[in-house]
């Protein structure tokens, strides 16, 4: 009940603020900043789920190849000795 009595306020008070000249365009100039942090906000937090999703799925595909290693019959141990990758530049690096 107090969910649709909020909506229904702020329906009302939005139609009110379009309805009086200027105040529109006053309330829309105001809420560009607001939008453009959101937006970079969002951007980020995009970008940082990328890279920690990328970063798993290199931990998963390690994994799942010393499995399929495992599992080979007369095939040597995995060894560690080739270089890993930098997770935010892709570039190789010497651990």
């Known amino acids: 009940m107090s969910v649709r ?54 931990h998963f595909e390690d994994m799942a190849a010393e499995v399929r290693a495992e599992m080979t019959p007369g095939a040597p141990p995995p060894h560690d000795d080739e270089p890993s990758h930098d997770s935010e530049t892709g570039e190789r690096r010497d651990d």
């Open 5 to 58: 009595l909020f909506l229904l306020g702020a329906s009302v008070a939005t139609a009110g603020l379009m309805l009086v000249p200027g105040v529109a365009a006053a309330v829309a100039r105001a809420g560009r900043p607001a939008m453009r942090s959101a937006m970079k906000s969002g951007a980020s937090a995009y970008h940082e789920v990328r890279r920690a999703g990328a970063e798993a799925y290199e």
